[in-house]
DNA sequence: CCACTACCGCGTACGCCGTACCCATTTATT
DNA sequence: AATAAATGGGTACGGCGTACGCGGTAGTGG
C-alpha cells in the first residue's frame, strides 16, 4: 500500500553517492557494508517482494545487520530509491555494437529494451521518478539515443521529442502490462476468480444494452499473449510514424 | 511517501459500490456521510495536498467525522481508491457530438483528454491501477473510444490495441511531464535549486567527454513550453503511424 | 603506551499509517 | 415496551521512516 518517492530527499548527496561513491577516511572501524551491496539487496527484495516490502528495517534484515546501520552509507530511504534506479538502469554491454546501424532498428532495441527493464524490475513503475536525476547509467543511456538520431538533419528539440515519445510509450504500455501481471501472480484473487467478480455486474451493464461495442468485442480480444504482440503492434505504429516525420524532414 | 493500490481489496464490494451504490435498510440511524461526499473529499484532498497526503485520518478531518466512521460507508481505503478512479474518469457530457467525425480527430481528442484528466489529477500516475475495475465511467469511455474505430474494418484486437497504444502513450507522457511539474512547483527546492545542485557532478560529465551528444544539445531543448508542444508532437507521429495502418488495412 | 578523535553499529523512541475490535447511541420494527 | 439493526467513533496493534545518542573500535600524535 505504498508508492515511493525518488528525488525528494538531498539531490546532492544522492549525486554525490552516484558519481563519486563515498570517499573513506581512514580512521575508525572499517565500513561492515558498501553501498553497493545495500542497493544490490534492495533491488533484489524490492524484485522479490515488490515495492511495499521494501522498508529500511527489510533491507537491513536482508543483509543481517541492524536497520539503523543503513544511514551510515545512504541518507535515507529517498536517496536509496534514487541509487537503486540508476543501478538498475545499467545499460547493456554491447552498446557499440549499434554504432552505424539503422535508426529504426536501434529504437526498436531501446524500446524493447526499456520494456524488459520493466519487466525485470516491476518497482520501477510504482516509483515515483519525479525528478530523474542524471547519473551515470542514465546518461549513458541517454547519449546512446541521441546518438540513433546523428545525421538525419533533426534538430536537439526534434531529436528529445522523438527519445521521449517512444519511452513514454513504452513505459506507459509497460506500466498497464506490469501492474495487471503482477496483480494476476501475487494477488490473493486469481484472475479467474477476478473476472467471476466482474461478471455479475457485467451482465447487468451487458443487458443495459449502453456499450453495445464493448460487448461485441472477439474473446480473444484480451487473451494470453496479446501484450507481448502488444509492444510490437505500437511500436511498429511509433516507428512508422517517426518514418513519416524523418521522411518529410530529408525531403525539405 | 506512499504509493497505493487499487484492486486490491474486495473487488466485489468495490463494483457493487461504483454499479448500485449502497442500498439503504430502513432501521437504524440515517447516515450522517454519503458515499459521494467521502469519494469527493478523498479527491479534493489528493488533488491539493497528494497521494501521500491521503490518509483515512485526513479525509474523515476534512469531512469532520472520526475515522473509523469512513469504514461504514468503504470497507477499506483500496476501494475507496476504486471509486475515486471511476469517480474523476467521468467522460465530458458532449461524448455524443463526436458520433460520424473522422477516427483521427476523435482520438487526438480522447488522447489531449486523457492528458487533461492526468494534469487535473496528477495523484492518478501514483495509484498502482494494477486490475482496472470497470466501473460505469471506465465502460463508457471504452465504449466511445471503440465507437471512433468503428467502419474501419479493423478486427477486435487491433481495434482495441489502437486504444491501448494510444493511452499508453499518452499515460506516459502525463507521467513524466507530471511528475516534474509536480516536483518543481511543491518541494522544498526549486527548480533553479535542483539544476544548480545537478551542476558540479554535469560539470565533470561533460568534461570526460564521454556524453558529446548530450551536452551538444541546444539550450532550448528543454525550455518552458516543451511539454505542451510535447503532447501534441507525438500525439501527431503516433496518429501518423495509425494512418499508415489504417490506410494498409483500408486497401487491402 | 596512551589519550584523542573520527567513525561504525545500532537500540530506543516518536509520530505517522491502516484498520480490527468493541461499545454506546439512535432508530424502526415487533 | 422490547428487540433488532445500523451509525458514530474511541482505543489499540503492528507496521513504517528516521532523529538521537551511546558504546565500541581503529588509526593518529604525543
Redesign the pocket.
Known sequence: ?TSAHSGR?DISRSLELMWRGRER?????????TLERIVEAAVELADRDGIAA?????VAAALG?????L??YVP???ELLDLMLDHVEAPAADLAEWRGREWRDTLQFIGQGTYRLYLRHPWLLQVNQARPLLGPNALTNFEFALSALDGLGLTSREKVGLITTLVAYVSGLARQHVLTAQANEDAELSQEEFWAAQGPVMELAQASGAYPRVFALEDDTFAEGSVEYGLDFGLALLLDGFATFVAAKRGS
Open positions: 500500500m530527499g577516511s581512514t580512521r575508525g572501524p572499517k565500513p561492515g557494508l521494501l522498508s529500511m528495517r527489510n545487520v541492524g536497520t539503523m546501520s544511514y551510515r535515507g530511504k529517498s
